[in-house]
């Protein structure tokens, strides 16, 4: 009977001992795998949801999340504008849920859909937008051109259409500066 208990003993201290061995090496894996997400792919289990972002120069921007890229997202704010914010940007969100999308391996269609990619989308749509640079200044007119590593911006006020007498200047503005580029702007159709 005596031998009975201790290996009844013995076996219970074996299985306590290898229950926190699996939570432990469990907790490990799972911090491991946290430490391998990007935060691209955190927000991209974010879709659809209202988030509340802190963007290097244009300070907190609101809105629905319904798109995103390699470096960038899209924010709709709920009044008829669109917000591209660059990845490179953004210092804090806040309203993400427990989701995090799966890691996407980079086929090369999706590997180009970059901010460049999305800023050409917007040249072609010849909308006034305003862009946020991540110093705080902001610029106004029309997205013209993307090149490599800068966009061509027309710039005219934001509640007149993109005319050769209301464009004041052309300038060049590095991609890299750039924080938020905000579409639908007050006034314009």
């Given at each position: 009977?005596r031998w009975q208990q201790l290996f009844e003993d013995l076996q219970s201290q074996f299985e306590a001992e290898e229950m926190a061995?699996?939570?432990?090496?469990?907790?490990?894996?799972?911090?491991?795998?946290?430490?391998?997400?990007?935060?691209?792919?955190?927000?991209?289990?974010?879709?659809?949801?209202?988030?509340?972002?802190?963007?290097?120069?244009?300070?907190?921007?609101?809105?629905?999340?319904?798109?995103?890229?390699?470096?960038?997202f899209l924010l709709d704010d709920g009044q008829g504008r669109e917000l591209l914010v660059a990845l490179g940007a953004v210092r804090?969100?806040?309203?993400?849920?427990?989701?995090?999308?799966?890691?996407?391996?980079?086929?090369?269609?999706?590997?180009?859909?970059?901010?460049?990619?999305?800023?050409?989308?917007?040249?072609?749509?010849?909308?006034?937008?305003?862009?946020?640079?991540?110093?705080?200044?902001?610029?106004?007119?029309?997205?013209?051109?993307?090149?490599?590593?800068?966009?061509?911006?027309?710039?005219?006020?934001?509640?007149?259409?993109?005319?050769?007498?209301?464009?004041?200047?052309?300038?060049?503005?590095?991609?890299?500066?750039?924080?938020?580029?905000?579409?639908?702007?007050?006034?314009?159709?």
């Amino acid at each position: 009977m005596r031998w009975q208990q201790l290996f009844e003993d013995l076996q219970s201290q074996f299985e306590a001992e290898e229950m926190a061995s699996e939570r432990a090496e469990s907790a490990s894996r799972s911090r491991a795998e946290v430490g391998a997400v990007h935060l691209r792919e955190r927000l991209a289990g974010a879709q659809g949801s209202p988030l509340h972002i802190t963007v290097r120069g244009a300070g907190q921007v609101t809105g629905t999340l319904v798109d995103h890229g390699v470096d960038w997202f899209l924010l709709d704010d709920g009044q008829g504008r669109e917000l591209l914010v660059a990845l490179g940007a953004v210092r804090a969100v806040g309203g993400l849920g427990r989701r995090t999308a799966p890691a996407e391996p980079a086929g090369a269609v999706r590997s180009r859909l970059d901010l460049r990619w999305a800023l050409r989308g917007l040249a072609r749509d010849r909308s006034a937008v305003q862009v946020v640079l991540d110093d705080g200044g902001t610029l106004t007119g029309t997205l013209d051109r993307v090149g490599a590593d800068f966009v061509e911006l027309a710039e005219h006020p934001g509640d007149a259409p993109r005319r050769s007498e209301a464009v004041q200047g052309v300038r060049a503005v590095v991609i890299d500066a750039v924080a938020v580029v905000r579409t639908g702007l007050p006034g314009l159709g």
